[in-house]
């Protein structure tokens, strides 16, 4: 992932906003002090105190924050939105999304706007401690911050876990879990002779070449399914880090894979793919065991990964 950029005039915080809806306290977490009936959990941060009730949630990274919180029914008010046409492919959570009254885009994803964060007001502020940790006190100034983690320090069910407990909504988050597990075990069964017949691989497609990543959600599923890896995703399992390759390598690498999930982030640079030589030699290509997804189901929690359920079953039914 990029290096997210805050620009120096949104950094100087806090802001008179912040002062005067927080005075700069920060408690367990950061907001005012703990009152009766107010939860405090244990965070990657140390231990945050979040208010009993909770009026609205702002979210800074816009994956596995935005889903827990929309998955969760809290009170979204603002998260980061991507830049026009930059991708074509419906997000996972889009139909959550659409639903969440009074949440609007407040900024440009990876350009954290400080100011229209205080201006909001949230109760809570939630995303991942790599977003968190550079504005740590200046996000502390306007709301308590939970810090969750990605997919490569903690599984989405247990950052799910996390903000249930703080906000006190377990039994969804339960609910959420165990429909994932039975999705798995259902989609598992139903094609448990393809899943250890053929050869799966979710590659990451670019101009620039190819690769695979493990932890990613996409190969998370794939993982949980029970689907007999190819031999770049094996071995991406085995290390835990991700293999890339050149552009001139995507038939010798990829050509024992007889099932693939092609991650290409737009609709021009996928139509160009069905028509490039190399692609084109791949098996899993000319027999039609292919299926499109993108850079959103990299990650997110259980709205994304029961989405990802849904294309890897696609992916399972061309055979």
């Not at 109760?123 to 997919?151: F, K, M, N, Y």
Request: charged fraction near 20%; include cysteine.
């Amino acid at each position: 992932m990029p290096a997210k950029r805050f620009p120096a005039s949104l950094l100087v915080l806090c802001s008179v906003a912040a002062l005067t809806m927080t005075g700069c306290a920060a408690v367990s977490g950061g907001g005012s002090a703990a009152k009766e009936g107010d939860r405090t959990v244990e965070s990657v941060l140390g231990p945050v105190t979040v208010p009993e009730t909770i009026e609205s949630v702002v979210v800074l990274e816009g994956r596995r924050d935005l889903d827990i919180v929309l998955s969760l029914g809290l009170p979204l008010t603002g998260y980061p939105y991507e830049e026009a046409a930059a991708l074509d492919l419906e997000a996972p959570v889009a139909p959550a999304l659409a639903r969440a009254v009074g949440a609007s885009p407040m900024f440009l994803a990876e350009e954290v706007n400080l100011e229209a964060i205080a201006e909001a007001a949230p109760t809570l502020i939630v995303s991942r401690i790599d977003d968190v940790e550079p504005i740590l006190d200046e996000l502390r100034a306007i709301a308590p911050v939970l810090a969750i983690g990605d997919q490569t320090t903690s599984s989405w069910q247990d950052d799910l876990r996390l903000v249930a407990e703080a906000t006190g909504t377990q039994t969804r988050a339960a609910e959420l879990i165990a429909q994932y597990d039975a999705r798995v075990a259902e989609v598992s069964e139903a094609y448990a002779d393809v899943l250890a017949s053929q050869t799966f691989a979710p590659i990451n497609v670019t101009s620039d070449g190819s690769d695979v990543r493990p932890n990613r959600l996409l190969s998370t599923v794939l993982q949980d399914l029970g689907a007999a890896p190819s031999a770049a995703f094996a071995e991406a399992i085995q290390s835990g880090e991700g293999v890339e390759y050149s552009p001139e390598q995507l038939v010798s690498k990829w050509s024992d894979a007889t099932a693939v999930v092609a991650l290409v982030n737009d609709a021009a640079s996928w139509h160009e793919l069905q028509t490039d030589s190399l692609w084109t030699q791949l098996p899993a290509v000319a027999g039609g065991h292919v299926v499109r997804s993108d850079k959103q189901t990299h990650e997110g929690a259980a709205l994304t990964a029961l989405h990802s359920i849904d294309v890897i079953e696609s992916l399972l039914a061309t055979f």
